[in-house]
């Protein structure tokens, strides 16, 4: 196994425009949602509604096949044809005036994304040695982040012009592409000793290995959708619409600068950190319960981005130091497929508890963030990372 020859550093840089990318699946839409249905005014509701959630079914369902894609192609190949597919899929729906047709495209854009995810991830494991994870896993999750607040700037601006215009965006994927090409190394991330190529642990007997990082992720995703899911109709009566965009972009912008320091974290308080993501949900979430003044509003909306930045580079440096360098085709496309399904269940989860048991989904929210606390005090008894 070789690392990138050139630089270790454009390695990691190539990896990381993917994680860039990845977000866009969703945040590429939002601005342009209200234009979308009513260009498609005759449509039923309930697809429009999947335009949102389309890419996220395909991109759980290309996860689960993943380890089959690596016994079949090598990575650079297959992080190419991701990442073509992303951008032909992405910008094609610019042309798309069939809201059939749209939702193809969208479902391939989630094969797409479902394909650069373990690799954006995983392949940070393959090549550097554990004691780097946290802080690469932390730059992996700022990118994400950054990428969001870029697709939903520019996905804003586009949209402005006309709904379709919005899925332009998606041709930020070939920087990507030009870097891979370039510096990203053609391996085969499945193992060639021939005893055990027919015993590869099955997808159950990996759950039950890594379920406290994959739980986890569930968890983390279940908790930070309640927020952009609410907070726009919470927050109407304090803020302006402009306002509420600056305060939702400002949580992204507040999680990926937790993000840049998340390495420096975890080498001062490694094992104090499993509490911090479930303590920063809950605080974030009672603010938000109790948000009768603005302050309580930003407070809340400020510890549920430093939650989401913790949470998600933690859950994945975990994984990938327990995986080693197995970790991109084994617990990372569970870990994929835990955060996607989190994001699509969220609401259908929490909107009807919150009304069966009379209760705001911010409080609903605390109580789901009392049972993730509970789960990572359970399954992380001393958990330290090598330093």
Not at 49 to 60: E, K, N, T, Y
Not at 109 to 127: F, Q
Not at 137 to 160: D, E, I, K, S, W
Not at 187 to 216: A, F, I, Q, R, W
Request: with cysteine; net charge positive.
């Amino acid at each position: 196994m070789k690392r990138d020859s050139s630089n270790p550093k454009i390695l990691v840089a190539t990896i990381l425009s993917m994680s860039l990318l990845t977000v866009m699946a969703g945040a590429a839409v939002a601005p342009a949602l209200n234009a979308i249905s009513a260009h498609f005014a005759d449509a039923n509701p309930l697809l429009i509604q999947f335009v949102v959630s389309m890419p996220a079914l395909f991109i759980i369902l290309t996860n689960l096949c993943f380890p089959m894609l690596c016994r079949m192609m090598r990575t650079r190949t297959i992080a190419l044809c991701g990442l073509l597919l992303y951008v032909a899929a992405g910008s094609g729906a610019f042309f798309a005036d069939n809201i059939a047709v749209l939702l193809v495209l969208r479902a391939l854009l989630g094969v797409s994304v479902g394909m650069i995810m373990p690799l954006s991830t995983g392949l940070l494991a393959y090549y550097f040695p554990p004691e780097e994870q946290a802080r690469l896993m932390g730059l992996a999750a700022a990118m994400n982040q950054m990428g969001g607040v870029v697709a939903t700037f520019l996905a804003g601006m586009l949209a402005a012009v006309s709904w379709n215009y919005a899925f332009l965006v998606h041709l930020l994927g070939l920087i990507a592409v030009v870097l891979v090409m370039l510096f990203l190394p053609n391996e085969s991330l499945m193992k060639k000793d021939p005893t055990t190529l027919n015993s590869k642990p099955s997808t159950l007997n990996l759950l039950k290995k890594y379920h406290p990082s994959v739980v986890g992720m569930f968890l983390v995703m279940i908790l930070f959708f309640i927020y952009p899911t609410n907070f726009a109709l919470t927050a109407s009566g304090m803020l302006s619409v402009k306002g509420i965009t600056l305060v939702m972009m400002g949580l992204d912008v507040v999680a990926f600068l937790v993000g840049l320091v998340f390495g420096a974290m975890m080498k001062r308080f490694a094992v104090q950190m499993k509490y911090a993501a479930p303590i920063g949900f809950m605080a974030g979430y009672f603010c938000l319960a109790g948000g009768t003044s603005l302050s309580l509003l930003l407070l809340g909306s400020a510890l549920i981005g430093i939650a989401n930045g913790i949470g998600v580079p933690y859950l994945n440096t975990i994984g990938s130091v327990k995986a080693g360098k197995e970790a991109a085709t084994t617990v990372m496309p569970l870990l994929s497929t835990a955060l996607y399904l989190g994001q699509f269940l969220s609401p259908l989860m929490v909107s009807p508890i919150a009304s069966a048991a009379h209760l705001s989904p911010y409080m609903v929210g605390a109580i789901i963030a009392v049972v993730y606390l509970f789960q990572a005090i359970v399954t992380r008894k001393g958990q330290m990372l090598p330093k």
